[in-house]
């Protein structure tokens, strides 16, 4: 089924007019307001581009929903409370909450200067403890979990079943992403730690079960769902955090609620690379957004990013900027012309599946007047 939504006034009267937009593959309906939950940053590292791609996606969505008069309300969250920050903390001689604080600040700034709007909730994982612990106690209580040694952990076979992988292609997953498979407590290395028994290095705070801390999937989990309640209209971020994370998140919303689905529409934004590998300090082949920011104006950044589908990996290469930068004067030169009557419907409908960014930019440069002006708007490009 689909609904004509009301029209932004910033928009004009034809642009958000039309079907309900697809998102994810999925066609949704709004009354109002659009809940999106985006799994942010773990602050301990600079903000590299496959990071920013994620979030300027976000951004793009937001203002589409926009668009079509339905208030985006993003809840992007900090993971402060992770074992690679701790160990980071550690390495810098710094408390944990005072080193994530000071990335987190580089962080939102690299975002501002990207023309990414500040999200309208950002909970940090460290001041939702309670709030896991609540949830390890349901979990626990509908025998979908188990607590041992000290820690609670959430039976998650099913989780790795949702994701359509075998076991031995989420065993390594796990593996890769903190999941320590080989951890005698568990029943089975699937299973992962909604509450972690402390252990030396570490941030620890008491709960039934002895002291300990959160669990990344539990925490975003516990975050989503004390902002939101029990399910949100679309979860975002990075293709990476497909599995284990955000299967192992749904799954654990899903048992404490009883309410299916968690998510009506996923975005999983593409990985980024630089010379066909994964950005990664130790590779030292990090694309740092600030360096990008320092020869280019964020707009041919955020075009950059958005002129492809959303779901594609893509390899970076500094002429891809350079080409960005070109078709940004095109669409600018385009937005001058005066003569064109301007039909706004066309952009709409592009961006309304599935963020078809490339086909409204070119719909736009051939245009040209309004719709050019318009779509440079909403993607933030001027
Ligand atoms: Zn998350």
Redesign the pocket.
Known sequence: MSIVHPVSGMAGDQAGSGPAPVIGGRQLAFLDRARIYA?GITPYDVTHLGHAATFVWIDALASTLRLFGIEPEVCR?I?DVDDVLDEAAWRAGTPYDSFAAVQQYHFEQDMAALAVRAPAHEPRAHRYVPQVIRLAAGLLDGGVAYAREGSVYFRGQSAARRAGLGRAEALRLSAEYGGRPDDPAKEDPLDVAVWQAAEPGHPAWESPWGKGRPGWHAE?AAMALSVFGVGVDVHA?GKD?RFP?HAY?AAMAETFTGVTPYARAWLHAGTVTTGGAKMAKSAGNLVLVRDLLAGHPAAAVRLMILDRPWADDWDYRPDLLDAAATRLERLYGAAGRTAAAGDLSGIGRLLADDLNVPAAIDHAIETGGAPARMLATVLRLS
């Open positions: 799994c969250n993971t975003c971020g955090l994370h998140h």
